[in-house]
């Protein structure tokens, strides 16, 4: 499923609103959650899950080709933990 996929089904049952206005919406809300991320605050989705940022400490690592060992900065990852109701 894309983004478009998401707008398309939010066009389809609000009814009141165009597909540039649904999209437009859709484009809203991922970019809320994404400026959230951005600033290292957790998004919970009640009944979905939940995005962390995680910080990765920097270590030190090797070059795979040269066998050069090297400093590996330190960088952010997001997590996803899905709530129970996704259980499989």
């Given at each position: 499923m894309i983004k478009a996929d998401i707008a398309k089904i939010v066009y389809q049952r609000?009814?009141?609103i165009s597909f540039a206005e649904a999209r437009d919406l859709v484009e809203l809300i991922l970019g809320s959650v994404k400026k959230s991320l951005v600033n290292g605050e957790s998004v919970?989705?009640?009944g979905f899950g939940t995005?962390?940022?995680i910080q990765?400490?920097?270590r030190l690592g090797r070059n795979p080709q040269t066998g050069e060992r090297m400093e590996l900065a330190s960088s952010r990852y997001v997590t996803f933990r899905p709530s129970r109701l996704l259980s499989f």
């Amino acid at each position: 499923m894309i983004k478009a996929d998401i707008a398309k089904i939010v066009y389809q049952r609000h009814g009141g609103i165009s597909f540039a206005e649904a999209r437009d919406l859709v484009e809203l809300i991922l970019g809320s959650v994404k400026k959230s991320l951005v600033n290292g605050e957790s998004v919970k989705l009640s009944g979905f899950g939940t995005l962390n940022v995680i910080q990765r400490k920097g270590r030190l690592g090797r070059n795979p080709q040269t066998g050069e060992r090297m400093e590996l900065a330190s960088s952010r990852y997001v997590t996803f933990r899905p709530s129970r109701l996704l259980s499989f």
